[in-house]
């Protein structure tokens, strides 16, 4: 084996075994997602046993910092779904990802046009988006990568590994692609809408 053939095992080798730890390491941060995004009752009962004022406003940016933060952390990972040569020729991936990644980025979406911590039903739209995410991300990695020996499954972990089950996956990942991509030019008009407008009343001379 020449050297140029050791550097492109080495590169090709390391690049699949990056993406399949993102694809495992997921499962965790959308754990730890919702988890932070259904604590928000315990934080805010905590909120009132606190005489400080300047305690309890650090302590809810804190949250929301980390909240938020670790949301955008997992679209920003879930990326790698959209990439054609990935997920549909590489060593196979959740075949719902991208699905998961859109409906993130749906959720997400609201956030960024409605006040979810304030309005009850953005609340309850950004909590059923999440809930629907993780199942569409961890149920095909559990059951379909993390199974893929488990004979008594059957033809189950085939079914939710993209690059075995092309004929699903090839149609879920162009569709999601595009309706990603609609979302993102409807977000960007709609802010190119309200540039320069006032987001409130105008403060009293």
Do not use: C
Not at 11 to 19: K, Q
Not at 88 to 111: N, R
């Amino acid at each position: 084996m020449s050297g140029d053939d050791l550097a492109t095992a080495l590169t090709t080798g390391a690049s699949a075994w990056l993406v399949l730890s993102l694809a495992a390491v997921l499962p965790i941060l959308w754990a730890f997602s919702l988890a932070l995004h259904f604590g928000r009752p315990y934080i805010l009962r905590f909120l009132r046993t606190l005489t400080l004022r300047f305690g309890g406003d650090v302590w809810w940016l804190s949250y929301v910092l980390l909240r938020d933060g670790l949301l955008f952390v997992t679209l920003g990972l879930s990326m790698i779904f959209f990439m054609p040569n990935l997920y549909l020729t590489g060593e196979g991936l959740p075949i719902t990802a991208p699905l998961a990644a859109l409906v993130l980025f749906w959720a997400l979406a609201v956030k960024l046009v409605r006040d979810a911590d304030e309005d009850p039903a953005a609340f309850r739209l950004v909590s059923i988006l999440l809930v629907v995410a993780s199942v569409l991300y961890i149920v095909p990695q559990v059951y379909g990568m993390e199974a893929a020996d488990q004979a008594y499954l059957g033809d189950l972990p085939k079914a939710l590994v993209s690059v075995t089950n092309m004929t699903v996956a090839r149609p879920l990942f162009w569709g999601s692609l595009g309706l990603f991509a609609l979302t993102a030019a409807a977000l960007f008009g709609r802010f190119l809408l309200r540039l320069g407008r006032s987001e409130g009343p105008a403060p009293a001379a």
